[in-house]
């Protein structure tokens, strides 16, 4: 089941460390994905129309691993979990390995860069820009249920 659903900038979509949920296609506006550490914010990516997050929860069941926020009004359409296994389902098995490879490896990534964030801001570009190519993927796969 899908859900349409409108928000306003600023407003908190996703708190890390939250269960449950399902996955957001972006349809209009721009959010930001951070996890705080060390009393900062470390921004992992910030998305737009077009692009998919709560990937991760989806595919593993597990409790959300980052926040989040707004940065200006928008919608987006919200597939619940469930929904999601149902059509994942649907595909070919190669394609569901690959979409829990790349699910664990972003998790890696977004591991590293949390740590990194304070360290080495040039790193912290490197790998946010290869969590933005492989969201991209996630949405062409995405099209594809």
């Known amino acids: 089941m899908t859900t349409s659903v409108k928000f306003k900038a600023g407003q908190l979509l996703i708190k890390e460390g939250e269960g449950g949920g399902g996955l957001y ?3 209009r506006g721009r ?5 705080e550490r060390a ?3 470390v921004v992992l990516a910030a998305l737009g129309p077009g692009d998919v997050l709560g990937t991760m929860t989806v595919v593993t069941g597990e409790p959300r691993t980052a926040s989040v926020r707004a940065l200006e009004d928008g919608e987006a359409v919200i597939m619940d979990a469930a929904a999601f296994a ?9 394609i569901t390995v690959v979409i829990k490879d790349l699910t664990t490896r972003i998790k890696n990534v977004n591991e590293m860069l949390v740590d990194a964030s304070v360290r080495d801001r040039r790193l912290r570009m490197q790998v946010s820009n290869v969590f933005h190519h492989l969201g991209r993927f996630a949405h062409f796969l ?4």
């Open 25 to 27: 296609i972006i349809r």
């Open 39 to 41: 009393n900062s914010e």
């Open 86 to 94: 149902e059509e994942i389902q649907q595909l070919p098995k190669w």
């Open 142 to 145: 995405a099209l594809m249920i």
């Open 31 to 35: 959010v930001k994905v951070f996890r």
